[in-house]
């Protein structure tokens, strides 16, 4: 098979002074080595993981009570023995950056209200913030947990109760009391950071009945503290002490990190919980730190010379991405709002207006853009721009090229892929590595990653398991409430012992690069044929008249097997019977004649987690007749009305099918 070309290349003074240059000079002048370009690091990296992960900790300075004397004491999975003996805390590696004038965070709302804290501010309401806490009896191990739009507020939250050893969680006011509670009650927190509301699709949210709701819902709670986001007025929590943001972070107390042990929890992330009750994903200190720095300041070139933006919310593990942009001096953008009101050029003047450089979004919104007739680089002046990421889904060769021709030919367009349970990335960008269309640049460093079949064995150029056969310091220290660690061993290893299997299906491809298919539980086998849901939504999704699809196999009582494809129509478009023949053909022609569905059906949305993930394997067990309990949780879903329109369409199919002849 030929190789492709790519759509973009390095260029090469840029890439040879770039971060992942330096490190790899840095590197091969400590051990005597001579790696000549990234896959040689790449390799080097997985291979040495000892030398690679102290390399790392030296190259960016990290700062601990004593020098690491080792950097893993045991390479098993899980339960792998990062730096043992040291103590740190990721907070202190952020507050090392000077206090200046120069912005840390910038915070926008979708009205266009805008305001600065700088890296002077930070420090001071960090440092206030955590001695209000402490006044508050919140220490070491303590839980405070955060009910929050995306704003510096969550922010300094979050970096105020890092610093004192206690554990956050935030979840974005989205998320109904009932919802919220599901998650925060796990953890038995003594101190709630609330908002009066948030902003979204040019609406206001008044969100005091959920948290006065929620507040009712934490036994734990001893205190509220309320963020005035919206202007609505006071909350009541009744007999629990309420301060207010403003107040609490008035003070000058210097900012004094506790010391913790590398793998002391930092963070508490749930997931979706589609199918279940959420689970409670604890990241350390350390892991968290060193693999936040390569993939921000070795995968992306992320410096204290950059602006950086990601569109997100408190819900997903983007979130945490974007303050951790603190940890190299970058200064991070904080959006509350929609990313397509007033319409799909918003998040493009953000770019415009505060020279960004480093821009992420998701593949939803760039296809949305593309079909908005959008061209940034002829309509802004993106100067500034130089990576575009873009994760959440896979990206289809579509936007490849809508991105080369619309946003710049030289803007690296760096899709990534990771989840939740790293908070982090295992493939993605580089800036010594080209860009193909369709496929994800490399595997990260220090990224064991494999794609394997089903004999478990590597293969490439096939699809295959992604599978990370080595441990990555990022990797969850537990799942909150399992003791014994039965519900993690599994969620990743029970398949492949001492192996972490991810659930995609992925390609590694003879440059080194990924491509991702979808989730391997939501496979389409059509006699004995898989195929992933992603190269069906790469071939229907760039259609103009598509706004969004869903694809399911949906294996049946009787050895029956139904794939109906639900499309979303964009604006005035009609599925008739030349744009399902339309539809077909692309499938045929771009992903595989045998996964040609058996039904096209338009509805109204697609039902997503409150992440903006499809939610598929939910959706596929309502067709096969599941109720809506047993399939799923509302509360996570982002738009709870869809179910039963999905599991009205799955009883009218079922009874078609009991009908006589």
Same mark, same amino acid.
């Given at each position: 098979?030929?190789?492709?070309?790519?759509?973009?290349?390095?260029?090469?003074?840029?890439?040879?002074?770039?971060?992942?240059? =330096?490190?790899?000079?840095?590197?091969?002048? =400590?051990?005597?080595?001579?790696?000549?370009?990234?896959?040689?690091?790449?390799?080097?990296?997985?291979?040495?993981?000892?030398?690679?992960?102290?390399?790392?900790? $030296?190259?960016?300075?990290?700062?601990?009570?004593?020098?690491?004397?080792?950097?893993?004491?045991?390479?098993?999975?899980?339960?792998?023995?990062?730096?043992?003996?040291?103590?740190?805390?990721?907070?202190?590696?952020?507050?090392?950056? /000077?206090?200046?004038?120069?912005?840390?965070?910038?915070?926008?709302?979708?009205?266009?209200?805008?305001?600065?804290?700088?890296?002077?501010?930070?420090?001071?309401?960090?440092?206030?913030?955590?001695?209000?806490?402490?006044?508050?009896?919140?220490?070491?191990?303590?839980?405070?947990?955060? !009910?929050?739009?995306?704003?510096?507020?969550?922010?300094?939250?979050?970096?105020?109760?890092?610093?004192?050893?206690?554990?956050?969680?935030?979840?974005?006011?989205?998320?109904?009391? #009932?919802?919220?509670?599901?998650?925060?009650?796990?953890?038995? /927190?003594?101190?709630?950071?609330?908002?009066?509301?948030?902003?979204?699709?040019?609406?206001?949210?008044?969100?005091?009945?959920?948290?006065?709701?929620?507040?009712?819902?934490?036994?734990?709670?001893?205190?509220?503290?309320?963020?005035?986001?919206?202007?609505?007025?006071?909350?009541?929590?009744?007999?629990?002490?309420?301060?207010?943001?403003?107040?609490?972070? %008035?003070?000058?107390?210097?900012?004094?990190?506790? /010391?913790?042990?590398?793998?002391?929890?930092?963070?508490?992330?749930?997931?979706?919980?589609?199918?279940?009750?959420? #689970?409670?994903?604890?990241?350390?200190?350390?892991?968290?730190?060193?693999?936040?720095?390569?993939?921000?300041?070795?995968?992306?070139?992320?410096?204290?010379?950059?602006?950086?933006?990601? !569109?997100?919310?408190?819900?997903?593990?983007?979130?945490?991405?974007?303050?951790?942009?603190?940890?190299?001096?970058?200064?991070?953008?904080?959006?509350?709002?929609?990313?397509?009101?007033?319409?799909?050029?918003?998040?493009?003047?953000?770019?415009?207006?505060?020279?960004?450089?480093?821009?992420?979004?998701?593949?939803?919104?760039?296809?949305?853009?593309?079909?908005?007739?959008?061209?940034?680089?002829?309509?802004?002046?993106?100067?500034?721009?130089?990576?575009?990421?873009?994760?959440?889904?896979?990206?289809?060769?579509?936007?490849?090229?809508?991105?080369?021709?619309?946003?710049?030919?030289?803007?690296?367009?760096?899709?990534? %892929?990771?989840?939740?349970?790293?908070?982090?990335?295992?493939?993605?960008?580089?800036?010594?590595?080209?860009?193909?269309?369709?496929?994800?640049?490399?595997?990260?460093?220090?990224?064991?990653?494999?794609?394997?079949?089903?004999?478990?064995?590597?293969?490439?150029?096939?699809?295959?398991?992604?599978?990370?056969? #080595?441990?990555?310091?990022?990797?969850?220290?537990?799942?909150?409430?399992?003791?014994?660690?039965?519900?993690?061993?599994?969620?990743?290893?029970?398949?492949?012992?001492?192996?972490?299997?991810? @659930?995609?299906?992925?390609?590694?491809?003879?440059?080194?690069?990924?491509?991702?298919?979808?989730?391997?539980?939501?496979?389409?086998?059509?006699?004995?044929?898989?195929?992933?849901?992603? $190269?069906?939504?790469?071939?229907?999704?760039?259609?103009?008249?598509?706004?969004?699809?869903?694809?399911?196999?949906?294996?049946?009582?009787?050895?029956?097997?139904?794939?109906?494809?639900?499309?979303?129509?964009?604006?005035?478009?009609?599925?008739?019977?030349?744009?399902?023949?339309?539809?077909?053909?692309?499938?045929?022609?771009?992903?595989?004649?045998?996964?040609? /569905?058996?039904?096209?059906?338009?509805?109204?949305?697609?039902?997503?987690?409150?992440?903006?993930?499809?939610?598929?394997?939910?959706?596929?067990?309502?067709?096969?007749?599941?109720?809506?309990?047993?399939?799923?949780?509302?509360?996570?879903?982002?738009?709870?009305?869809?179910?039963?329109?999905?599991?009205?369409?799955?009883?009218?199919?079922?009874?078609?099918?009991?009908?006589? @002849?």
């Amino acid at each position: 098979m030929s190789t492709p070309e790519p759509i973009w290349t390095p260029d090469t003074s840029v890439a040879a002074d770039s971060a992942v240059e =330096r490190f790899r000079a840095f590197v091969n002048d =400590r051990h005597h080595l001579a790696l000549a370009d990234y896959p040689e690091l790449h390799r080097w990296s997985v291979e040495q993981l000892e030398q690679f992960w102290s390399a790392v900790w $030296d190259f960016f300075g990290v700062r601990s009570d004593a020098p690491p004397t080792v950097a893993i004491g045991e390479i098993t999975m899980p339960g792998a023995d990062w730096f043992p003996g040291t103590r740190l805390n990721y907070v202190a590696q952020i507050l090392r950056h /000077p206090r200046t004038a120069e912005p840390a965070i910038i915070d926008i709302a979708e009205d266009g209200t805008e305001s600065a804290v700088s890296w002077t501010e930070l420090h001071r309401r960090v440092g206030a913030l955590a001695a209000t806490l402490r006044e508050l009896g919140v220490g070491v191990g303590d839980r405070v947990v955060g !009910y929050l739009p995306n704003t510096s507020a969550a922010i300094v939250g979050l970096l105020a109760t890092a610093s004192l050893g206690a554990i956050w969680s935030v979840c974005g006011q989205d998320y109904a009391a #009932k919802g919220a509670a599901d998650r925060f009650a796990q953890l038995e /927190p003594s101190v709630l950071f609330t908002a009066d509301g948030y902003q979204h699709n040019g609406t206001r949210h008044d969100r005091r009945a959920e948290a006065r709701d929620l507040v009712g819902r934490l036994a734990t709670l001893t205190a509220v503290i309320t963020v005035d986001n919206l202007g609505l007025g006071p909350l009541d929590a009744g007999a629990l002490r309420v301060l207010d943001y403003v107040a609490a972070t %008035s003070g000058d107390a210097a900012v004094e990190p506790e /010391p913790v042990p590398f793998d002391h929890p930092l963070w508490v992330l749930f997931t979706s919980g589609t199918t279940g009750a959420p #689970k409670g994903i604890v990241h350390g200190h350390g892991g968290v730190l060193l693999e936040h720095l390569v993939m921000l300041a070795l995968q992306c070139d992320l410096s204290e010379r950059d602006v950086f933006f990601w !569109y997100t919310t408190t819900n997903w593990m983007m979130w945490n991405m974007v303050v951790s942009g603190l940890l190299v001096g970058a200064t991070v953008v904080a959006y509350d709002g929609s990313p397509l009101a007033p319409d799909a050029d918003r998040l493009w003047r953000v770019v415009e207006r505060h020279r960004v450089s480093v821009f992420g979004t998701s593949p939803g919104h760039l296809l949305a853009c593309e079909k908005a007739g959008l061209h940034p680089a002829a309509e802004h002046a993106l100067s500034a721009l130089r990576l575009l990421g873009c994760t959440g889904a896979a990206l289809p060769v579509s936007a490849y090229h809508w991105v080369h021709e619309q946003v710049g030919a030289r803007v690296q367009l760096g899709s990534t %892929s990771g989840g939740t349970d790293l908070v982090a990335g295992f493939v993605g960008s580089a800036p010594t590595v080209p860009v193909w269309p369709g496929e994800i640049s490399a595997i990260n460093l220090g990224v064991a990653l494999q794609a394997w079949d089903a004999d478990g064995r590597p293969v490439v150029g096939e699809v295959g398991e992604l599978v990370v056969t #080595k441990p990555i310091p990022s990797m969850p220290l537990y799942f909150w409430n399992d003791p014994g660690g039965a519900r993690y061993h599994d969620a990743y290893f029970a398949t492949y012992p001492g192996v972490w299997r991810h @659930g995609d299906w992925i390609t590694v491809t003879e440059r080194g690069s990924v491509i991702v298919h979808g989730r391997s539980d939501a496979t389409l086998n059509r006699n004995g044929v898989r195929l992933g849901s992603a $190269d069906i939504y790469d071939a229907v999704e760039q259609i103009p008249q598509i706004a969004e699809a869903l694809v399911l196999g949906v294996e049946e009582g009787d050895g029956g097997y139904w794939m109906p494809l639900f499309v979303v129509l964009a604006p005035g478009a009609e599925l008739d019977d030349a744009l399902r023949e339309r539809i077909r053909t692309a499938i045929r022609t771009n992903a595989s004649p045998r996964h040609v /569905p058996d039904e096209v059906i338009a509805v109204r949305a697609i039902p997503h987690t409150r992440t903006g993930k499809k939610i598929e394997v939910p959706v596929k067990r309502l067709l096969q007749g599941a109720t809506a309990d047993q399939a799923l949780s509302l509360a996570a879903v982002d738009d709870p009305s869809l179910i039963e329109l999905f599991a009205g369409i799955g009883r009218a199919h079922r009874a078609h099918r009991a009908q006589p @002849g």
